[in-house]
């Protein structure tokens, strides 16, 4: 891959426990962040159960339509944790101990603590690569363009700088925000023509109520900082004719 | 449908800022805690950018897959606001305004100020119902079983109490949770002899790392109390063996 291809990525989240409301994810948002650093962009989110055939399909899917895959949960001790055994299946791969991995979790842990549960966190694919994990030893794999890292998300975050050389990303994706005291109705038909103009930067536009705060929040992205410092200027000349105030989040 | 069927749902989180990573979703466990109490479990939950073409795809895969479809974002005055114009080629209905949400916009607005950017918001698909939004206007609205909603969290919750008589749930799925002193490695064995002897109830096991707090959560959920009940003694019974300590997360 070049610097000027795009590359996309879609995040699969794993786990029961977001699907009943029970646990708010945001791993989603650290990694989309740190995607996007890296010329990344994040096409896709799919929060799906602890069950096998879907991970399996639903991994099947995204990992033919992107770039890269990156899977949070399900690679703990418990029997709710199936993410590697899946990942397994989707690949037709043995599923079996992973020699490094073993080594790794052997020496983490104390004389006999390396009990059959701990051991269940170094079943893998075949072949696997493992992600290292500076926080609490089990580490992540990534099998091909699929990395599965754990859910926990202090965890998984401290993981990232380790995929650091994996991950081949295109341009980074630049952002440029300009938040104003009005409302969107005000400035709809305005954004649409400067849209219309620049049809290859994203604007988006983002009402805030923030700390006795009201207004809007337009976010212009773009590889071509060019391209965001024009679209911009266009933006602050419509916004200074309306006398509407630019403020600070 | 009956109280005895399992009712179940999809939610499909539309913007960039989430795939961005810039906002932070937190919809998806509002919503999805939200359609538990009601007895729907939502079985998918997808993000997806503001385009067209994934939208009006992924709503017509969902929304046969699922008895209910949830929809947040993309439903305000500005240029990437095209949920309701998807949703409208999804079902092929004409897109037109919405005439009873006219009427609620010209009344909720000062005269003069329902400019173009504001109907924007009441263009629907042709015989919509209305969502209504006690807290800022403007309503959404739902097609067959599709509902869709705004993404400004305060607001989208606020519309919640106005669709409690046009979901039908199943049985509402209970839960009951054990907090342990301990890591998942020490009980994963005698969890999945409890798992494997009560296939039909769900467990799942969560380690938190809380204020100072290490240990780890058991969450059963059934819609039978006294399966969960049964299920609950025999954990409690195995952390019993094993002093383990019951705690309060």
Redesign the interface.
Known sequence: MTKNIKVNAAIL?I????????????N?????????SIGV??????????IEKTIVETLNVLRKENDYVFTTGGI?????DITAESVSKAFGLKYEIHKEGYKILEAYYKPGEF????Q??IWMPENAELILNPTSGAPGFSVENVFCLPG?P?IMKSMLGGLKNKIVGGKP?L?HTISLKTV??????S??EV?NKNKEV??????F?HAGKLGVSI?I?SEDQSKIDECSSQILRFVNEKNIEVVDR
Chains 1, 2 share one sequence.
């Open positions: 989240i786990g029961n426990e977001i699907l009943s409301g029970r646990t708010q994810d945001t989603t948002s650290t990694l989309a962040t740190w995607l996007n962009k994040v096409q896709e989110v799919r929060v799906i159960p602890d703990g001790p418990t029997h709710d009990n059959e549960g701990r269940k966190m926990v202090s994706i952002s969107e109705s005000e400035i709809a038909n954004l649409t849209q994203e604007i988006g536009s983002y009402p109520f976010v992205r």
